[in-house]
């Protein structure tokens, strides 16, 4: 069998002019997503996620170095997406690093990839963000995250959120709980604030511009009147401060399944909720809103009001 992933990049450029290479590439892999569940995030599991837990971890032993062996590169080798989004030759490497891992340990199993689409089945699904901050990686800048997740039947049951440059990790499994590590600590599990007032609530709202294109700026504007403290932080790092109890919301727009499969189990495992901007538990309405959990509804009314 012939393996899609195995063409590097040639999903993006559709017949482009790359911009290091200057050669064009063939049209292969449309928009593909994951299948949705008719089940809720909290819907309950009752299988043993543990061996699956210890391989999503050594896959993200294996992305971060991947990842980390380019980064701040002189001569990294950056390439234009058709929709003008940025991939670099890490990114490529780094997904290619994790399917070859589940090939030899999980040949059963599918993968749902940024970088290369879905291959196999369904029913297990690792969905993977490579290098999840590709803007930020390329600058050198090291807010970036590897994103690791397994969605059994559509729901995502185990993330991992790495962060290499920064010596950071989270991860979570159904049923086990949340966790994060610091460099030369032990792992400790974490939990979502307490706070039961959106007067007191901390608040990332990503980027300005996804509200906009969506046609929410009164939305927007009407959260940062309504919170204690808003900020754009962006990315996976805000959703992880919820997880630990430091902001209260987190939402946006024009994310895919790979953005945020991983973060859909950290954030519940931590006593969060996770669901689309219009409440829905879903990773593919191109929308996420996380919140603590006890103030979901209060945003949900706040920002869905006339």
Not at 15 to 20: E, F, S
Not at 23 to 37: F, N
Not at 43 to 68: T, V
């Amino acid at each position: 069998m012939v393996r899609a992933w195995a063409n590097e990049g040639q999903r993006y450029h559709l017949g482009r002019v790359t911009r290091k290479s200057r050669q064009p590439t063939q049209d292969i892999l449309d928009d593909v997503t994951s299948p949705t569940s008719p089940a809720g995030f909290d819907a309950p599991f009752n299988g043993d996620l543990s061996a699956d837990l210890e391989l999503a971890l050594r896959l993200a032993d294996a992305a971060d170095a991947a990842s980390m062996a380019r980064f701040d590169a002189a001569d990294l080798d950056v390439q234009v997406k058709p929709d003008t989004s940025h991939v670099t030759e890490a990114d490529l490497a780094t997904e290619r690093v994790i399917r070859s891992m589940l090939e030899a340990e999980r040949p059963d199993d599918g993968v749902f990839g940024e970088e290369f689409g879905v291959t196999g089945s369904t029913t297990r699904q690792w969905i993977i963000d490579p290098i999840d901050g590709t803007a930020n990686y390329l600058k050198g800048i090291p807010m970036w995250t590897v994103l690791i997740a397994l969605a059994i039947d559509g729901v995502p049951r185990i993330g991992v959120a790495s962060q290499p440059a920064l010596g950071r990790r989270w991860w979570a499994a159904a049923g086990q709980g949340a966790w994060t590590n610091t460099p030369d600590a032990a792992p400790r599990r974490i939990t979502v604030s307490s706070v039961d007032t959106i007067e007191a609530a901390s608040a990332s709202f990503q980027s300005i511009s996804q509200w906009d294109e969506v046609g929410k700026l009164d939305e927007v504007v009407r959260l940062s009147r309504a919170v204690w403290r808003d900020r754009g932080y962006g990315d996976t790092w805000p959703y992880m401060l919820l997880a630990e109890g430091r902001l209260e919301f987190v939402a946006e727009f024009g994310v895919k399944e790979y953005d945020i499969a991983a973060l859909v189990p950290i954030v519940t495992e931590a006593g969060g909720r996770f669901t689309s901007f219009d409440g829905r538990d879903s990773i593919a309405d191109r929308s996420s809103l996380a919140t603590n959990g006890i103030l979901h509804e209060s945003f949900l009314s706040l920002l869905h009001s006339s």
